[in-house]
């Protein structure tokens, strides 16, 4: 079997956005506790951070990272995780049903994002707060003048601003699960008023609006028209949440879930563009996929959750995801399709980051590891800027049970004028039959390969684990380039990543 990739030069997708590559700390399960926040640990620091999970998400090349939630915000105030720890409350987490200790807050946050290199996006909670408690936090985080809460942070140790720039505003508002549901109408009124008030304070802050938590919820369209509608002019993105469960259908699907998130990601700028249209408005609603992974939902949902009234545990471990080697295929997939629309993706969260369905695993007290899904997010990060271009493929087809016959290749490329450097990112989403793939690359100005990586798992059931962290890993894979042609053989269920100069 043969594909063909052919890309027009002149004909960018889009500059691809730094925050392409961002992730997702929310306090539940072990995600902050024991995970990037440890205070016993022997790597910790005198701050209580984990070194070793520092040094993965260093690796990772994780650019933003969203907090403190998720559902987790919904519920929470914030000014419980400021100030003196010994002084800090001990209060019901709802969302997750658990204790919150607020040992971890808001400056630790910063603290760590700095020290990680990482821009923080921060979550207010509209669930059970509104506006003044947004422009409250946005005054203790942003604040110079001599306000009660600025100097609040001054006197907690931090004197100059953190100039936080990004803001979402709620999580999931349209799911029943969350605390502070609300219908489309109410929320919009709600977003709109509180960005209306944080505009107040900085004109130049970028907002997030909830957009729908699932392709599948019965709101959605009506959900991002209503909100848009009511605060085009205020917000400058839309949200999305978009989780693939393995359990939920067939493997072939599996490899074929980016066809899902295209589906998703083009509803979405339809309805954004369709509300911008019927306001006469130049301006462009840019979209956050501020959560995405594999999750095995099904899995969790089927788990009888009846907590205990006197039940509070701490820190208790929650969806922790063992990924396998068809899941990290599936997360290549979707990077293919996030850079695809790098023209109006400009932000996006692989949820979560350290043991909460994450590409980070930490034992309590003992071992970091990297897990199947680490790779591809990895080496996207790394080689995948600059513009993103359209990889015309021409393929044979493959068989899915839920999206009927898919291309067997899927593929993006990406050049960086600056550098002179660029990729080839493709998969493979036949299970049983190897393809011949030739790229005509010459025009973007590849007259070089760097390095070529595959991950093409011997088992696609395989894991990583503590004492076997390599099982899956990315491995070199042979490709050439001559007159502007790459070619290679790509075997089947795999991902190749091509670094060109």
């Not at 509209?126 to 809460?149: I, K, P």
């Not at 594999?294 to 959750?305: G, P």
């Not at 899904?373 to 021409?394: E, L, N, Q, W």
């Amino acid at each position: 079997m043969t594909a063909r990739i052919s890309v027009d030069a002149d004909r960018p997708i889009g500059e691809i956005s730094p925050r392409m590559y961002g992730s997702f700390v929310e306090h539940m399960g072990r995600c902050v506790y024991t995970g990037i926040f440890e205070p016993d640990h022997p790597t910790a620091d005198a701050d209580g951070l984990r070194q070793d999970v520092m040094e993965l998400v260093r690796e990772l090349g994780v650019t933003t990272v969203r907090y403190p939630g998720g559902n987790f915000v919904s519920n929470y105030r914030w000014e419980d995780g400021v100030g003196p720890i010994q002084n800090r409350p001990r209060r019901l987490e709802l969302a997750w049903h658990t204790t919150e200790p607020n040992t971890f807050g808001t400056d630790q946050f910063m603290t760590w994002c700095a020290r990680a290199g990482i821009e923080p996006m921060l979550a207010i909670n509209l669930g059970t707060r509104g506006e003044t408690e947004a422009v409250n936090l946005l005054d203790y985080v942003n604040g110079r003048a001599n306000t009660q809460y600025a100097e609040l942070r001054r006197a907690n140790g931090r004197e100059q601003p953190y100039n936080v720039r990004m803001w979402c505003l709620g999580n999931e508002m349209d799911g029943p699960w969350q605390v502070g549901h609300k219908n489309a109408e109410d929320y919009a009124y709600l977003a709109l008023s509180t960005a209306r008030a944080m505009h107040m304070v900085d004109k130049d802050l970028e907002l997030v609006a909830c957009g729908s938590s699932s392709w599948d919820m019965p709101t959605f369209g009506d959900w991002e028209r209503t909100i848009l509608d009511l605060a085009y002019d205020e917000v400058d993105y839309i949200s999305l949440h978009h989780y693939v469960d393995p359990d939920a259908q067939d493997r072939a699907s599996l490899l074929a879930a980016a066809v899902y998130l295209d589906r998703f990601i083009d509803g979405v700028i339809a309805t954004a563009d369709a509300v911008g249209a019927k306001h006469h408005s130049g301006k462009k609603i840019m979209v956050s996929v501020d959560e995405w992974n594999v999750w095995r939902l099904s899995a969790w949902n089927s788990i009888e959750h009846g907590f205990a009234p006197d039940d509070w545990p701490e820190a208790a471990p929650r969806i922790e995801d063992v990924y396998t080697g068809a899941d990290a295929l599936a997360v290549g997939g979707m990077l293919i399709s996030l850079l695809r629309h790098a023209d109006r993706v400009k932000a996006a969260s692989l949820a979560q980051l350290v043991n909460v369905i994450a590409p980070i695993m930490t034992e309590r007290g003992g071992r970091a590891w990297r897990q199947t899904t680490f790779h591809p997010f990895a080496i996207a990060s790394r080689i995948a800027h600059g513009k993103a271009y359209d990889a015309v493929v021409a393929s044979p087809v493959t068989g899915t049970e839920r999206y009927g016959e898919v291309d067997a290749v899927d593929a993006v490329v990406t050049w960086d004028e600056e550098t002179g450097t660029g990729s080839l990112l493709a998969l493979n989403r036949s299970l049983d039959q190897a393809i011949d793939l030739t790229a005509a690359l010459g025009a973007l100005g590849a007259n070089s390969v760097k390095a070529a990586q595959i991950i093409a798992p011997d088992d696609l059931d395989a894991v990583n684990t503590a004492d076997d962290p390599d099982r899956i890993r990315p491995v070199p894979h042979e490709v050439a380039l001559a007159d502007g042609v790459l070619t290679t053989t790509l075997p089947p269920a795999s991902w190749l990543a091509v670094e060109l100069v």
